[in-house]
């Protein structure tokens, strides 16, 4: 008898990892979202395949047990946080629905599929007043003039990640005599924020004599990714001498919320 770890690893029959039949699925669902929300539905999505695909299975093809040990999978083996595995497999779980709406398939795989509890509380917690402090100054002592901007658009302004990386220089302007940032956010939902003086000045240094692309760089002068501001980010925290075992970019969002904003 096979036990868990073999049941997982057995390849159902050799196929093409991506059929007409499937391609037509993917674009359908991917149609039902708009801007970055299809950006991060198609990410989560791709996961999925991709599992599938190592393992040989058609996704049109699969079965109830399948998405549970593809829930295993991202547990056990991944180890994802529960609100990554719950969002992930909701993204295969409403792919799954699409196809039954379109006809594709009778019913879906994923129907009765125990998911993981998530805690409704989050589990992020920010930077303290005084680490955000030193991380502001390692910031902007910095010689990437980026990590000035990047602390500050998310610990100063409160952006969520993608908003900052996605944000262009031709998004800056003014309107009512104050200096906002036009940020595309879920989906196309688009809001004009208006920039405290902290922030407009650390913008302004990021951005320097440039006058078109994207705010944030990498190191290679491309725009940054939130890979890429992970890795800045853990960098200024070890400068500041700041003990976080993994900092990443959404602890500065919630500094924001829970943190008054320093003088700068």
């Known amino acids: 008898m096979l036990n868990f770890t073999d049941l997982a690893s057995v390849p159902s029959h050799p196929l093409a990892p991506f059929t007409d039949r499937l391609r037509l699925a993917v674009a359908a669902y991917l149609a039902r979202f708009k801007g970055s929300s299809r950006q991060h539905t198609e990410s989560d999505l791709r996961c999925y395949l991709f599992w599938c695909t190592e393992r040989g299975l058609d996704p049109l093809a699969a079965q109830r047990p399948h998405l549970e040990l593809y829930i295993r999978w991202m547990q056990e083996i991944r180890r994802f946080r529960p609100s990554t595995v719950s969002r992930r497999f909701s993204v295969a779980a409403g792919f799954y629905r699409t196809c ?71 998004d800056l302007g003014e309107e009512n005599g104050h200096r906002v940032l036009r940020v595309c956010g879920n989906g196309i939902k688009v809001v004009l924020v208006p920039l405290p003086p902290a922030v407009s000045r650390a913008i302004d240094r990021t951005v320097g004599p440039r006058a078109r692309g994207p705010i944030l760089l990498n190191s290679r002068g491309t725009r940054m990714d939130r890979h890429a501001a992970t890795r800045r980010l853990r960098r200024l925290a070890e400068a500041a001498g700041i003990q976080i075992v993994r900092a990443h970019p959404h602890m500065l969002r919630h500094t924001y919320v829970i943190s008054p904003a320093p003088a700068w």
């Open 100 to 170: 039954v709406i379109d006809g594709i398939l009778e019913h879906s795989p994923a129907e009765h599929v125990r998911r993981p509890a998530v805690s409704a509380e989050s589990p992020t917690l920010g930077f303290t007043h005084l680490q955000f402090e030193a991380l502001l100054t390692a910031a902007r002592e910095s010689a990437n003039p980026c990590d000035f901007g990047l602390v500050a658009m998310l610990g100063l302004l409160g952006l969520r990640i993608f908003e900052a990386t996605s944000a262009d220089i031709a």
